[in-house]
Nanobody, 122 residues
Framework: QVQLVESGGGLVQAGGSMRLSCAASGRIFSSYAMGWFRQVPGKEREFVAGFTWGGGSRDYQDSVKGRFTISRDNAKHTVYLQMNSLKPEDAGVYYC???????????????WGQGTQVSVSS
């Protein structure tokens, strides 16, 4: 089981930037996948960005490509989500996730953080 703690959410104006962090602890496998998901009221949790811990291949939701960047610091077991050119539709609760299979579906992850709120004013 992996414990995840997100930080870095808050309020930003449209066009601004924000960086989210996810500190992971516990049993971490070199091939563990990490991802960021977003959820807004009344909608399902949706994939935003992710990568395999060992392979480093990255994937992004189409709406954030070119604006968001997922990265990691292996020594610190921390995953980051750099969000630039933020839009009001980017707002929501962002969750960090870890799992053995990963991918764009939430079923590929078995550990979740508590979530951090991102608000974007227009």
């Amino acid at each position: 089981q992996v414990q995840l703690v997100e930080s870095g959410g808050g309020l930003v104006q449209a066009g601004g930037s924000m960086r989210l962090s996810c500190a992971a602890s516990g049993r971490i496998f070199s091939s563990y996948a990490m991802g960021w998901f977003r959820q807004v009221p009344g909608k399902e949790r949706e994939f935003v960005a992710g990568f395999t811990w060992g392979g480093g291949s990255r994937d992004y939701q189409d709406s954030v490509k070119g604006r968001f960047t997922i990265s990691r610091d292996n020594a610190k077991h921390t995953v980051y989500l750099q969000m630039n050119s933020l839009k009001p539709e980017d707002a929501g609760v962002y969750y960090c996730a870890a799992g053995p299979t990963g991918g764009r579906g939430y079923l590929g992850y078995n550990s979740w953080g508590q979530g951090t709120q991102v608000s974007v004013s227009s």
